[in-house]
């Protein structure tokens, strides 16, 4: 079965520098992978997503880069900011058992960052 | 509402319960999603509903999870005799999503249901 690890359960950076989170999967090939933010009490909230053929992708202070032959996103928050705490998630779009064109999300576990002042 | 909402927001119930959570997603959303997420962990997938059609609910943790949506917009997961290893916060996301194409999907806040 798919299996998705994100290297860290916490991490701790300064305030201001780049924040890197990894995120490896095996048994699985996707045609997407997606980042995802949650807050405590709080539903997941869409950041990115990064399809099979793009090595990265850019929105803001956010840095998406896949390796499907590493089978590995990197995910790169720059010129961090105390607000950018929060628990990041990878998540696989992987196809529906049903066979219909829709497509589930396999998740990891997520990592704490938190960006001290 | 701009939003998925999900109600209750918090629920307790004792061994043995039935318990109705009720997702509202966004307008004219057509794929709607039901998630678990126990404490530490990521989501979990438990269904998936295409307007009214449930297409997938090889998530579904036993015969005592049931999820409805009848009239293509609105749903209840229905979890009969609660047990305490259902503790957890049920997430509802919903996406405008037609066939073969993979979208963004749109998350409540949950419910989080604790089982004494």
């Known amino acids: 079965s798919q299996k998705i690890e994100q290297n860290s359960e916490a991490l701790n950076i300064q305030e201001g520098k780049t924040a890197t989170l990894t995120c490896n999967y095996t048994n699985y090939s996707p045609a997407y992978l997606q980042w995802y933010r949650q807050d405590p009490g709080r539903g997941p909230v869409f950041l990115l997503l990064i399809r099979e053929n793009e090595k990265e992708k850019r929105k803001e202070r956010l840095k998406v880069t896949f390796d499907t032959t590493l089978k590995q996103s990197l995910f790169h928050i720059t010129a961090s900011q105390p607000a950018d705490s929060a628990t990041y998630l990878c998540a696989l779009d992987a196809p529906l058992l049903s066979g219909a064109g829709s497509y589930q999300l396999t998740f990891g576990k997520g990592t704490k960052l938190s960006v001290i002042p | 509402g701009a939003g998925v909402s999900q109600s209750p927001r918090y629920k307790v119930a004792k061994r043995g319960q039935d318990v109705a959570l009720r997702c509202d997603p966004i307008?004219?959303?057509?794929?709607l999603f039901w998630y678990q997420q126990a404490l530490g962990q990521g989501p979990e997938f438990l269904t998936y509903f295409q307007n009214e059609a449930q297409l997938d609910k090889s998530g579904l943790p036993s015969d005592r999870f049931f999820a409805e949506r009848p009239e293509g917009s609105v749903s209840t997961l229905k979890i009969q005799r609660t047990q305490q290893e259902d503790s957890a916060v049920y997430l509802c996301a919903s996406s405008f999503q037609t066939s073969g194409v993979a979208d963004t999907q749109y998350f409540g806040p949950g419910t989080r249901l604790t089982v004494l």
């Open positions: 307008s004219g959303h057509v794929s």
